[in-house]
């Protein structure tokens, strides 16, 4: 089944405990991307990456890191999470490197930092 | 500054009752204009992408509409399994701008 795939569904930690969000497709996508959604502010980009080795930062990448060293992973990085950084994050993904294609997404991570 | 402004907040209809949706936007240079649904606990999944005013594209109770500004979202006949919530999202030159969604809720 094409998909994609982010790890842990939930996660609860604590300020400064680094973490790292997984994310997989199995589509051979090009694009991939994360975003976090929060209350009244909707959708907010991180970071993108149109390919292998390439990363751009996003509307809100501050406090995240982020590689692409395979075409499938895309593994989000928080190295000192802070309790703003509580939010309900997505992966996702799209065949050709744009911001006007169809985008997969993955079924979300939610993170607490306490 | 580019914008997404989705109305109402939040919507609720009896099944059978059909309604709009609406999607504004001020943007410089549209590329696309795209339309996602989203259950509770999932992720948004792809339902439209319309690219010129006057374009319309329809999904079984679901037709999608563009102008100039906005675009429409019309549900016809809503049935219970209809409620999610629905998300705008536009290509301007270099980005992607979601709005902040309309929640419909449909009873029967």
């Known amino acids: 089944e094409a998909q994609v795939t982010q790890n842990p569904r939930y996660l609860i930690t604590v300020t400064g405990k680094k973490l790292t969000v997984t994310c997989s497709q199995n589509?051979?996508?090009?694009?991939m991307s994360w975003y976090r959604q929060d209350p009244g502010l909707g959708l907010r980009q991180i970071y993108y990456?149109?390919?292998?080795?390439?990363?751009d930062k996003g509307d809100v990448p501050e406090g995240y890191k982020v590689s692409r060293k395979e075409k499938r992973n895309f593994p989000l990085i928080l190295e000192s999470p802070s309790p703003n950084q509580t939010s309900l994050y997505f992966c996702?993904?799209?065949?050709?490197?744009?911001?006007?294609?169809?985008?997969?997404f993955g079924s979300g991570t939610q993170l607490s930092v306490l | 500054e580019d914008q997404v402004t989705q109305s109402p907040e939040a919507l609720r209809l009896q099944e059978g009752e059909s309604s709009s949706l609406n999607c504004s936007y001020t943007v410089s240079g549209l590329r696309g204009l795209f339309w996602y649904r989203q259950d509770p606990g999932k992720g948004p999944e792809f339902l439209f992408t319309l690219y010129s005013a006057g374009e319309e594209k329809e999904k079984e109770r679901l037709k999608a509409t563009l102008t100039k500004k906005e675009s429409f979202l019309h549900i016809t006949a809503p049935k219970p399994e209809d409620s999610a919530t629905y998300l705008c999202?536009?290509?301007?030159?270099?980005?992607?701008?979601f709005g902040t969604g309309t929640r419909l809720q449909v009873f029967p």
């Open positions: 996702a993904s799209s065949f050709r490197p744009s911001f006007n294609e169809k985008l997969f």
């Open positions: 589509m051979n996508h090009e694009y």
């Open positions: 990456s149109m390919n292998v080795e390439v990363t």
């Open positions: 999202a536009v290509h301007n030159t270099d980005k992607l701008i």
